[in-house]
């Protein structure tokens, strides 16, 4: 029984490195793109969020970031003019928008990297992977009280 702990063990390490891999090789993409991985983020969320999930703080919360990290993350994209404000339907609101440019930038996203190569993998790889990584968000986000 211990040497089949062991073994998992051993095998559960090389697939967190391995994990850990794939994340700094996704990070250095990103800082080499000019945008911190928290703008990335921000651009995919306002390329598809609904109106009404448009605010920094809707994003502040689905991100787990603090509204002010947000907001500092949104105002260097409205800068750059990949994003624009908008009254929203009360007029004490604002809902971020992406603009034209902020579209063309989602291109270089540095995160479809990492989706093309698993679109690549044969069915039953991408299924596995795909589920695991499922079942692996989800206890992090059990034993950490939030996602990480």
């Known amino acids: 029984m211990t040497n089949d702990y062991e073994g998992r063990r051993r095998a559960a390490f ?6 850990e891999i794939v994340t700094r090789a996704f990070i250095r993409s990103a800082q ?4 911190t991985r928290t703008q990335w983020s921000a651009l995919r969320y306002f390329s598809q969020a609904a109106p009404e999930a448009r605010s920094i703080g809707a994003f502040a919360r ?7 990290s947000a907001s500092q993350s949104i105002g260097h994209l409205r800068q750059s003019g990949f994003v624009s404000y908008q009254t929203g339907e009360d ?8 603009t034209e440019q902020g579209h063309n930038r989602l291109v270089d996203d540095p995160l479809l990297k990492i989706v093309d190569r698993l679109e690549s993998l044969p069915d039953g790889q991408f299924t596995a992977i795909v589920d695991g990584l499922v079942e692996l968000a989800k206890l992090t986000e059990n034993n950490d009280g939030e996602r990480s």
């Not at 689905?62 to 002010?68: A, D, I, K, L, N």
């Not at 007029?91 to 992406?98: G, P, Q």
């Open 62 to 68: 689905y991100h787990q970031v603090t509204p002010s």
């Open 32 to 35: 080499r793109s000019g945008l």
């Open 14 to 19: 090389a697939a967190g490195e391995l994990i």
């Open 91 to 98: 007029a004490r609101t604002s809902l971020v928008v992406l």
